[in-house]
């Protein structure tokens, strides 16, 4: 039986397909799709596993409990993961360095109208998302030596910009 995944992707233009490393290797596709966030239009780039990956066609249904997500530009983005929190249910995390800061909070559009706050050790640019990109397509999931924020769905998480 032909495997199309198990990865699958929503570009930059909201398409969803199969990221299987067809037309490029699978590192410079995620650096390509992360480089095309350009913070007006283009706002968001995710994968995640696909339950079906027997089945020629993928949608965002598809998506299991897991997924990264990025949202901004090409030169500030933050990096969301849904993964199994210590309860075992899924639990969405903002990915930041483990490092301190004393910078004031940035704001990073994810669409037209909102942004996000985050801190400065949770802000990448393409290339510094394409690394943890590359390693969660690898892996499965991120660790060491990321730190995870794990978000209050229940408020709110963006503001008018």
């Known amino acids: 039986m032909t ?10 233009r909201g398409q969803t397909g199969w990221l299987d490393g067809a ?17 007006d239009g283009k706002y968001t780039y995710s994968i995640w596993r696909a339950t079906n990956p027997e089945s020629i066609i993928v949608t965002r249904k598809d998506a299991g409990d897991t997924f990264l997500q990025a949202a901004g530009s090409a030169s500030a983005m933050t990096i969301e993961i849904r993964k199994p929190g210590p309860d075992g249910k899924g639990r969405l995390y903002t990915v930041g360095r483990d490092v301190a800061t004393d910078k004031a ?5 994810i669409n037209d109208k909102r942004a996000v706050r985050v801190s400065a050790n949770e802000v990448f640019s393409a290339d510094e998302a394409a ?4 390693k969660y397509h ?21 503001v008018a910009r």
Do not use: C, K, N, W
């Open 3 to 12: 495997r199309y995944g198990p990865y699958a992707e929503t570009t930059p």
């Open 23 to 39: 037309r490029r290797p699978v590192p410079e596709h995620l650096r390509l799709m992360l480089g095309h966030l350009d913070g």
């Open 105 to 109: 909070a940035i704001l990073i559009p």
């Open 131 to 134: 690394a943890i990109f590359t």
């Open 138 to 158: 690898e892996t499965g999931t991120l660790a060491e030596p990321f730190v995870f924020r794990e978000l209050d769905l229940s408020q709110d998480q963006s």
